[in-house]
């Protein structure tokens, strides 16, 4: 073996990740190479010194707000009956049998549709249409996670019509999941030029109790620059059970915003 | 006879996570701050930008905790880290070009180290920013060649070779100017 090859494995050398054979090799080279000898003592002086480097501990106000976001979360389940179907399982099985048998004669129903319409813009037309009301249906479910993937298809409307905007206004503002609440601020996160989006965000930043859609919210309506945003904000930051994260990022988007 | 959450695999842990057990994510948080802290002071030395760029990993993980969908969780979150690092970079970047800004070692303290510790972290600030972070992945945080290649998105043999690529010019420069 020549040295060039040693130097190459000489990581692995140290950290015995070759064959036995590879080893023997590379043990009997460097027994008579005084320049590979060198290369393996310096290279395992060096790796030992990485392992000297220290750990930082965290500061007292980082675990705090670690701990305060743990807290807000565990309330959070608490307080959804946490969403995972597991805990309902007979309910979770017959939304998903429903959802099953939903989309099957969806499918047939769009089939039968689009065998009819040779001209494809109209059946891209019909195909909005029924998915509008695929998705309108769906966000009125009575499980919390068919109304999040009813919230998930607003990503396939390029330009969505207002029944679909309030409809998810509505979801943000009233559903009692958080879950399908965050999903519904997420989508309408990217229209937040429209009037109605926009206003509607600052309606209901007041509103919101969980933290996580708190601070979503509040980076939406820094980007869309709307000093209207300061002033529930600032209601926000006065209030006693507002979480000390979110009192954070209030501050630095107030600044952003003035 | 019930397990408890202490012997569970990250991935076990954030599976229930996943599903609201916020025990089990309050178990992730413990197993990952300090990791996840001493990553961003390796990269970005500032105490102020690693606290907040660690909690908002954490945030994330809560946030997206329903994307999760099994895979190595260590890689799993050290992506949405590393993402949150150069998120933070790219916004800064109208006040600081990107390649100015100096991925140093952190604010240590240098009276309480030795001076080859200080050398050695001089020589890995040289580094250029995808070798050191391939390096503090590797060394200090101790991952392995294909948790490091899920999270940058790259082959394990290529990381390895990279690793080794980057070791053998260190010693170089390590001893020359010792």
């Known amino acids: 073996m020549k040295c060039i090859h040693i130097e190459d494995k000489i990581v692995d050398y140290i950290e015995v990740n070759l064959s036995e054979q590879e080893i023997e090799l590379i043990t009997n080279h460097i027994r008579t190479c005084e320049s590979c000898k060198n290369t393996l003592e310096q290279t395992k002086e060096m790796l030992n010194k990485f392992n000297l480097i220290p750990d930082f501990e965290l500061s007292e106000d980082l675990n705090k707000n670690l701990d305060e976001m743990l807290e807000s979360e565990e309330k959070l389940a608490l307080r959804n009956g946490i969403v995972s179907l597991g805990n309902n399982k007979v309910w979770g099985n017959v939304f998903k049998i429903a959802a099953s048998i939903f989309f099957l004669m969806f499918g047939y129903v769009a089939r039968g549709y689009i065998e009819r319409d040779a001209q494809q813009n109209i059946a891209v037309n019909e195909n909005q249409q029924r998915n509008k009301k695929l998705m309108l249906g769906m966000m009125e479910n009575n499980s919390p996670s068919e109304r999040i993937k009813g919230v998930g298809y607003f990503e396939d409307f390029r330009n969505p019509d207002i029944k679909i905007i309030e409809a998810l206004v509505d979801r943000m503002k009233n559903d009692s999941n958080s879950n399908v609440r965050f999903a519904a601020v997420e989508a309408l996160s990217t229209f937040s030029e429209s009037e109605l989006i926009k206003s509607s965000l600052i309606d209901v930043l007041n509103l919101e109790p969980n933290p996580s859609i708190q601070i979503e919210i509040i980076k939406i309506l820094v980007s869309s620059k709307d000093k209207r945003a300061l002033a529930p904000m600032k209601i926000l930051l006065g209030k006693a059970n507002t979480t000390k994260y979110v009192k954070d990022r209030i501050n630095i988007a107030v600044s952003a915003l003035l | ?178």
Request: net charge positive; aromatic share 12%.
């Open chain 2, 1 to 178: 006879m019930k397990t408890s959450l202490e012997e569970l695999t990250d991935e076990k842990l954030m599976e229930m996570a996943s599903k609201g057990n916020s025990d089990a994510m309050s178990h992730i948080f413990n197993r990952y701050k300090l990791r996840l802290y001493n990553f961003f002071y390796q990269m970005a030395a500032k105490k102020v930008i690693c606290e907040e760029l660690t909690q908002e990993t954490f945030y994330k993980v809560i946030k997206y905790k329903n994307s999760y969908k099994g895979g190595k969780f260590s890689s799993w979150i050290f992506r949405i880290a590393r993402n949150n690092f150069y998120d933070h970079y790219q916004n800064t970047k109208k006040t600081q070009p990107l390649e100015s800004i100096e991925f140093a070692l952190g604010e240590y303290d240098e009276d309480t180290l030795d001076e080859d510790i200080i050398h050695l972290m001089n020589v890995i600030n040289t580094l250029k920013k995808e070798d050191k972070e391939i390096i503090i992945m590797n060394r200090l945080q101790k991952m392995k060649y294909d948790e490091i290649a899920e999270i940058t998105g790259s082959s394990a043999i290529a990381v390895k070779s990279r690793v080794h690529r980057i070791i053998k010019n260190m010693r170089t420069q390590y001893f020359k100017t010792l």
